[in-house]
């Protein structure tokens, strides 16, 4: 069975450092796609961060810079490494996995929640 | 970037079809996946590929895709079948490439 179960969130200072951790099961995540999307309060869907098979990272324009995405295959866990937070990154945080670069995101894990505020 | 529009809300009486629209610019060249979120839990896929409906998925749900509107239809609407639901695609058109939602839609269930 797949899941995916992220950890790590917490209130944090602006300016302040999380470092969000997803724990798969059931599949190897250096052989998918894997993002991390989030959703700010009572808003939509924000895709964040997507780390290849190969090993490519790509960001969104609101966090690059800020954000760094990397995975350790013998824990096969995808981590996201957040830097200089602002309240604007305040957001439940998801990861996903895709099958394909253009494909829909088929698994989800349940989403920690980042608050960034003094 | 490249930008899906979705209304904000749909509502339907129980029994009857919804359609939830998303446009974009030539949306059909693009592969549309559509998600549903229900309060407080993760979103689930519902519709990948335009009109591929994953397994366990009610066959309630249909989708399509062309010019540029994509279309989420759920037939005889149930209870059920309230909650926010996005589109989604995958943008290669910039200097990087994205994945992309729509704003979402609220459905209600009168």
């Known amino acids: 069975e797949v899941q995916l179960v992220e950890s790590g969130g917490g209130l944090v200072q602006p300016g302040g450092s999380l470092r969000l951790s997803c724990a798969a099961s059931g599949f190897t995540v250096s052989s998918n796609y894997m993002s991390w999307v989030r959703q700010a309060p009572g808003k939509g869907l924000e895709w964040v961060s997507v780390?290849?098979?190969?090993?490519?990272?790509y960001y969104a324009d609101s966090v690059k810079g800020r954000f760094t995405i990397s995975r350790d295959n013998s824990k096969n866990t995808l981590y996201l490494q957040m830097n200089s937070l602002r309240a604007e990154d305040t957001a439940v945080y998801y990861c996903?996995?895709?099958?394909?670069?253009?494909?829909?995101?088929?698994?989800w894990g349940q989403g920690t929640l980042v608050t960034v505020s003094s | 970037s490249y930008v899906l529009t979705q209304p904000p809300s749909v509502s339907v009486a129980p029994g009857k079809t919804a359609r939830i629209t998303c446009g974009g610019n030539n949306i059909g060249s693009k592969s549309v996946h559509w998600y549903q979120q229900k309060p407080g839990q993760a979103p689930v896929l519902v519709i990948y590929?335009?009109?591929d409906r994953p397994s366990g998925i009610p066959e309630r749900f249909s989708g399509s895709n062309s010019g540029n509107t994509a279309t989420l239809t759920i037939s005889r609407v149930e209870a059920g079948d309230e909650a926010d639901y996005y589109c989604?695609?995958?943008?290669?058109?910039?200097?990087?490439?994205?994945?992309?939602f729509g704003g979402g839609t609220k459905l209600t269930v009168l």
């Open positions: 590929y335009d009109s």
């Open positions: 996903a996995r895709s099958v394909a670069v253009a494909g829909p995101f088929d698994y």
């Open positions: 989604q695609v995958w943008d290669s058109s910039s200097d990087h490439p994205n994945w992309v």
């Open positions: 780390i290849y098979s190969g090993g490519s990272t």
